[in-house]
């Protein structure tokens, strides 16, 4: 119904932004990470998700495409509603996002409020596959040759770095990894079962 809200910011208020279009304010439900890009009297820009169902007349809004297509793809998950949904993009953006679900890292996941090890485990589960293909993908598809070595652990590094892994956890686990050989995931998915155990 709604494809994007375009106009001034009214109300900042946690979790929820009024955006003012021609003297109508519409209250979208939102995450952290949307909420910190905006600001009140300025002008904004939302892309809408509209919930109907029974009683329930919900839009929710987000600042760009990207987090807007994570929030219906975490939807699509047996148990992940839109309250949880919003919660895991407000702890995480939406590369971090796939980079946990394509690592398999729970402990990412969980720390969004209101996240167990059986939703995240169910997230892995149905969205992993999906994800594996395009979550590291070059953002350029200019036939440049493949990462070398030492690009994919740079890039190992940054996914780890966004998880929320400090330098020196990401720097003992890339330690002695085969680069040259694994895949960025691979690097990945490695380096978080080293620094879980």
């Known amino acids: ?16 932004a009024v955006i003012d279009c021609g003297g109508v304010g519409y209250a979208c439900r939102t995450t952290g990470n ?3 890009a905006l600001r009140r009297g ?3 820009k939302l892309y809408t ?18 987090e807007l297509d994570a929030f219906r793809m975490l939807l699509g998950v047996s148990g992940v509603g839109p309250k949880a ?51 590291f993908a070059a953002p350029d598809a200019s036939g440049s040759a493949p990462p070398s070595a030492m690009g994919r652990a740079a890039e190992a590094a940054q996914a780890l770095a966004a998880l929320g892994y400090s330098p020196q956890e990401i720097q003992t686990a890339l330690k002695g990894a ?20």
Request: net charge neutral; proline share 3%; charged share 25%.
């Open 49 to 66: 998700f509209l919930q109907v169902g029974d009683g329930i007349f919900d839009l929710y809004g987000f600042a760009t495409q990207r």
């Open 1 to 16: 119904m709604f494809y994007y809200l375009d106009g001034v910011v009214a109300e900042l208020l946690p979790g929820l």
């Open 85 to 135: 949904a919003i919660a895991i993009l407000s702890a995480m953006t939406p590369d971090a996002l796939k980079m946990a679900l394509v690592a398999e890292d729970e402990r990412a996941l969980t720390a969004a409020p209101g996240i167990g090890k059986k939703i995240a485990k169910r997230m892995i589960l149905e969205l992993k596959d999906r994800l594996a293909g395009e979550a």
């Open 34 to 36: 949307t909420l910190s």
């Open 178 to 197: 085969d680069a040259a050989s694994l895949s960025v995931e691979e690097l990945i998915r490695q380096s978080l079962k080293k620094m879980m155990k």
């Open 42 to 44: 300025q002008r904004g």
